[in-house]
């Protein structure tokens, strides 16, 4: 949690001090109300949560005398219900893990330059380290680079990288081998990493839905994650491309990457109320451990406190 908070800093500086600084002990005011949701905003919470945390707050205010600690309280608590709430969806699990002793396949998509290399080796490693079974398909054909930067991250947790040397190889075809080499070693958890070019847009979306079409055919009986790859750094900006990639993938979660050393971290709350898509992990930093499992009561602590 510490290091977390540490990672967060900038996402805080200028946010919650300046919040109790703001209140003192005064009862809040509505001009209180409007120095919190600029306050907010500029973490990027997004307009969405921003109004319903000022409902919350407008709503208890016009009940009696708020005053800044109770204010404090019940912010934190509306911005946990609110990154909770995609839990409530039908067959989410508050913390994503693997199944034990069966195939569980997490798709990998994103834009390039968002993380989703990094992210890959770093659940690699958190799944070895977790006990689990582990395969990485280097589903980026288009990048050569992609797959070395691959290989060596997953070298260091001593996982095995399926690849397809040949240039422009198919995905769907490097897919293909992967699950039959997850099944022939008993793999708990295959790590799918997929093409991020823009430029390509369409194509890319075709070949992300080839890939997911070719999983649920070749893998019916494995239980399939599709995570979406998102960089703070980049706030709202990124919650466009969530759409479509959500409607090629299936999206089923969020991993927020460049928590370190962004302002923006309060995107988190804006991924939950545009996309509904649970936040699954969060990267704060370049190392192989900088990766851990989202915790909303942790995150609000760390961006409020
Ligand atoms: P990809 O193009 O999406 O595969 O992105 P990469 O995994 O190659 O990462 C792009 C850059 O972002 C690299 O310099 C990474 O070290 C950096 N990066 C990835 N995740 C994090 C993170 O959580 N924090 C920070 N500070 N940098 C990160």
């Known amino acids: 949690l510490a290091k977390l908070r540490a990672g967060m800093e900038k996402t805080r500086q200028g946010f919650v001090t300046q919040l109790l600084e703001n209140l003192g002990d005064d009862p809040l005011s509505e001009k209180s109300l409007e120095e919190i949701e600029s306050l907010l905003l500029r973490a990027d919470v997004g307009v969405e949560s921003t109004d319903q945390s000022l409902d919350r707050l407008r709503k208890r205010m016009n009940e009696g005398v708020l005053d800044a600690t109770e204010a404090l309280g019940l912010l934190k608590q509306e911005l946990r219900e609110q990154l909770e709430k995609p839990l409530s969806n039908k067959g989410v699990f508050p913390l994503l893990a693997p199944d034990k002793n069966q195939l569980n396949i997490w798709l990998i998509v994103g834009v390039n330059g968002v993380g989703k290399t990094t992210t890959l080796g770093k659940l690699a490693n958190l799944a070895v380290r977790s006990g689990y079974s582990c395969l990485v398909a280097a589903g ?166």
């Open 140 to 305: 980026d054909t288009f990048r050569a680079a992609a797959v070395q930067q691959l290989q060596v991250w997953a070298e260091r947790s001593g996982v095995t990288v399926i690849a397809n040397p040949s240039a422009n190889a198919d995905p769907a075809a490097v897919v293909f081998d992967a699950i039959g080499a997850a099944r022939s070693k008993n793999i708990e958890l295959l790590l799918v990493d997929t093409a991020g070019r823009l430029q390509t847009k369409h194509n890319l979306m075709e070949e992300l839905a080839k890939v997911r079409r070719i999983i649920d055919r070749l893998a019916p009986e494995a239980k399939v994650e599709s995570l979406l790859v998102l960089d703070a750094s980049q706030g709202q900006n990124g919650l466009r491309q969530a759409m479509a990639f959500a409607a090629a993938a299936q999206l089923t979660g969020v991993v927020l990457t460049k928590l370190d050393g962004s302002a923006r971290g309060g995107v988190a709350l804006a991924v939950a109320a545009e996309t509904g898509l649970p936040i699954r992990f969060i990267g704060a930093g370049e190392g192989i451990k900088d990766l851990r499992p989202f915790n909303s009561f942790e995150f609000v602590e760390a961006l409020l406190a």
